[in-house]
């Protein structure tokens, strides 16, 4: 992803390309932009950039380098990111959470505030960069490149940076040790602090227009033409906010058929490959499993709602078309036992039980329940 082609991005490119074929890399580089407008996605071309092997073609994507860029494991390249400080969870450094942050931005290429929150279990909580992160940042960038060449530092969404960790910054953006560079890629560049700021070369990154998110999901994450347009549009041109309704949409197809196969299980009381399903719902790890049984609480729900010829709303078609076959099995006879059930698994897949005793365990009582007309 870190040479994916973004056409809106082409001028900007080569103006990053120019600052460092002239030699002018600044050693402090501001990217500000809204979010969503692939100014993470330009942070990681810059730094691909700075430490690609083949200086006249970089970044190359084959150099070894650029492979360990790839795979994110470059050993002159790191991370700082806000994170939910908490010393008793160990949630102190963004290096406690380096791999889910990797994981989001595998998944979604073009990251965002709201969804790293709600990957660190709460969406609602704002994250913080703080003081032992910036003294972890001055300690790392203190040592010698492991590969001889430069050392990069990207850090997203600086302007969470309390101003402890702000001013103990300071002195390293003042003059950063020999040959690093520091990528600063914002949302808000003027929630830094002033002394900050000033200190940074700013570039500012505009936000992608309808199309290009529409040519960037039919692109790179092969959707239809058709699709692509109608979600660019309520996308607010916002990339990230695009690939999350595309992703989410492509989750429910897969969360309906999980769906309708445990329905038809616990239908027909098939203990042996109700095991099979449980045991391949075990491992689709945990938040997936919880999403699973919200959306589960949901179709229930609107069997029931149908019941009182209110219109089905917000389904796709498959759903529609499962949903009126499936609602005589849904009534007013079960849908308080199954709301509990359902409810209740949540609450202990949230305090860590045993997913495959738990959801056997619910299995089961579905069996009874969903056979009471
Ligand atoms: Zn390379």
Same mark, same amino acid.
């Given at each position: 992803m870190l040479f994916e082609n973004v056409d809106a991005h082409l001028k900007l490119r080569g103006q990053l390309l120019q600052l460092f074929q002239s030699n002018r890399v600044p050693h402090a580089l501001l990217l500000s932009g809204k979010? @969503? !407008? @692939?100014h993470f996605q330009l942070g990681l071309f810059f730094a691909a950039l700075l430490l690609c092997k083949n200086v006249d073609k970089g970044? #190359? @994507?084959? #150099?070894s380098s650029c492979k360990k860029m790839l795979s994110f494991n470059h050993p002159d390249f790191h991370f700082s990111f806000p994170i939910h400080l908490s010393k008793s969870e160990k949630s102190e450094i963004s290096a406690d959470h380096r791999s889910s942050f990797v994981e989001m931005i595998k998944e979604y290429h073009c990251i965002g505030k709201q969804t790293w929150y709600a990957k660190m279990g709460n969406e609602n909580k704002q994250g913080v960069i703080g003081v032992k992160e910036s003294q972890e940042i001055i300690k790392k960038l203190q040592l010698k490149s492991y590969e001889g060449s430069r050392k990069v530092l990207l850090m997203w969404?600086?302007?969470?940076?309390n101003l402890q960790a702000s001013n103990k910054l300071l002195k390293l953006i003042e003059e950063p040790p020999e040959n690093t560079i520091l990528i600063f890629v914002s949302?808000?560049?003027? !929630?830094? %602090?002033q002394t900050i700021y000033s200190r940074l070369q700013h570039i500012q990154v505009p936000s992608l227009s309808v199309d290009h998110i529409s040519q960037y999901l039919r692109n790179?994450? !092969?959707?239809d033409e058709v699709e692509a347009n109608s979600i660019a549009n309520s996308s607010s041109t916002n990339l990230h906010r695009a690939i999350s309704l595309f992703l989410s949409k492509e989750n429910t197809k897969e969360y309906l058929s999980l769906f309708i196969k445990w329905m038809r299980l616990c239908y027909t009381r098939n203990i042996s490959d109700t095991i099979d399903w449980v045991s391949d719902f075990s491992k689709m790890g945990r938040e997936t499993n919880k999403d699973f049984l919200t959306y589960s609480l949901e179709l229930f729900r609107q069997c029931i709602v149908n019941h009182y010829q209110i219109n089905l709303e917000g389904l796709s078609t498959e759903e529609e078309s499962f949903l009126l076959k499936f609602?005589?099995? %849904?009534?007013h006879k079960n849908i308080i036992a199954l709301n509990d059930v359902i409810n209740d698994a949540y609450y202990h897949l949230e305090r860590n039980a045993n997913v495959k005793i738990l959801m056997l365990d619910v299995s089961l009582k579905l069996y009874k329940l969903v056979r009471i007309k």
């Open positions: 979010e @969503g !407008s @692939g970044p #190359c @994507g084959h #150099c969404l600086p302007e969470l940076m949302d808000q560049p003027h !929630s830094l %602090i790179y994450f !092969s959707v609602k005589p099995f %849904i009534n």
